[in-house]
């Protein structure tokens, strides 16, 4: 069990195979003895980065807010010298 609930890239066809044991009694054996810490890591895992893809993002909104603001004020510039050079 501690060979499949510590390695995360292998599946239980290959650790029922390499352990030589059927895959259904291996899954039995985690569902009723495994400490489901597999399961927990992946978890952690996904919602770190959840965490991190959110905070990613909205710092891109925030740069993009930033962004289009400063093209704003660019435009209203180019827009006033324009005018102000035709007399």
């Known amino acids: 069990m501690a060979l499949y609930e510590n390695n995360e890239d ?8 390499e352990l030589g044991v059927n895959r259904s009694s291996l899954y039995s054996w985690l569902k009723q003895y495994g400490t489901g810490k597999r ?6 895992r ?20 930033k962004l289009r603001e400063e093209r704003d004020i660019l435009r209203k510039a180019a827009k006033y010298f324009a005018e102000e050079t035709r007399w």
């Open 46 to 65: 996904d919602k770190t980065q959840a965490t991190t893809d959110s905070e990613r993002i909205r710092q891109l909104e925030k740069e993009v807010s």
């Open 39 to 44: 399961a927990r890591t992946k978890t952690m």
């Open 10 to 17: 292998l599946s239980l066809h290959a650790a029922s195979t």
